[in-house]
């Protein structure tokens, strides 16, 4: 929630990626919001019926960004505020040639399609903060400005990087344009489905031997509602996003009553492939420093600029998954329970 007062709502609002679940639910509480006369809901795919009928109001266009289309749209509708939440696909679909496109190119064209319409005036992208890559040598927290010790060269870290320079370049292009740029920690929750929902739901988790990464999360909620907030509230800039906290890797598994197996680095990604039966989506080997070293960000833009303060910390989001996100411990609590007066009563027996 925001302790600045929110602005003057934008007047016509297009929203890219509305089949995703964070752009589709986007387009659903921006359409709730009377003050915004126009909320259209751009895709290449047509949304699920109940996520359509959770948009009400809005417009929905099927049309590929990446295509000239999307520069008719924003001229058609006299859109004033983009919200790139295209990216957002990166939560569910494996990372290929053809999502790359998607990402890169289709940002390219929005940003070109923004450039040569007059009346927009801001862009919001969601980018991810998955571009300060992971390793031994990060720091203990990312600043918006800390440079990454070991760039993404491949992978959604790559294609974010890059499509942050063409959001960049089209605010030095067009200077009455306002950017922002969101860059959420690993988003969980209980009905989005993201790599780190699906590794953490494995019963048998493949984790790094010798290594205690830091983690640090995004509830669902709150990932949504720093994109309304950035949509309502006219801050420019580039803001990291994460809840209150850290959990060690160790911590997360344990709590959710799931067995760690200590693993090389190199073999969590494949080994995962084999332990989640065909779950979607799966753990990539650029996911392998994250998952070993962790990541954690510096938040204090996020509420002294941007205004958003989360309403869930990373453990909160952590047991919100756990309680109702459909993973069953295997081990549960009450073998936890009998394991700890086990442990109290030897150690007793000892002294």
Known sequence: MSEQSVASPPRSVLVTGASTFLGGYVVSRLAENPG?????????????????????????????????AIAKALASYQVDTV?????????SVEHSAAIKELNVVGS??????????PSVKRLILRSTAM??????GDPAYFAES?????????????????????????ARRRQDIEVTILRPQAILGPRIATR??????????????????????????????????????????????AGDGVVTMAQAVHRAGHVPLPVPPRLIAPLAGVLRE????????EQEGYLAFGRVLDTTRMRAELGFHPSYTTMETLDDFIERGGTEPLIGPGTW????????SAATALQ
């Not at 571009?131 to 031994?136: F, L, M």
């Not at 800390?146 to 370049?169: Q, S, W």
């Not at 010798?210 to 720093?226: F, I, N, P, Y």
């Not at 329970?337 to 109290?344: I, K, T, Y």
């Open 131 to 136: 571009i300060y890559g992971a390793s031994s």
């Open 278 to 285: 065909g779950r979607f989506p799966s753990i990539r080997s």
């Open 196 to 241: 780190m929902s699906a590794y953490l739901a494995l019963p048998l988790v493949p984790v790094a031997a010798g290594r205690q990464a830091r983690l640090q999360l995004l509830h669902e909620e709150d990932a949504l509602g720093a994109l309304e907030h950035a949509t309502l509230n006219r801050v420019g800039g580039t803001f990291n996003l």
């Open 337 to 344: 329970r009998s394991l700890e007066q086990r442990a109290v």
């Open 36 to 68: 915004i006369e126009r909320v259209v809901a751009v895709d290449s795919r047509i949304p699920s019926k109940t996520l359509m009928r959770k948009m009400g109001r809005a417009e929905f266009l099927r049309l590929d960004i990446r295509r000239p």
């Open 108 to 117: 390219m064209q929005v940003c070109a399609a923004c450039q040569r319409t």
């Open 146 to 170: 800390t440079p990454a010790r070991r760039e993404p060269v491949r992978g959604y870290g790559r294609d974010m990087l890059d499509v942050e320079g063409y959001a960049r370049g089209l």
């Open 83 to 91: 919200v790139h939440a295209a990216p957002s696909i990166m939560d």
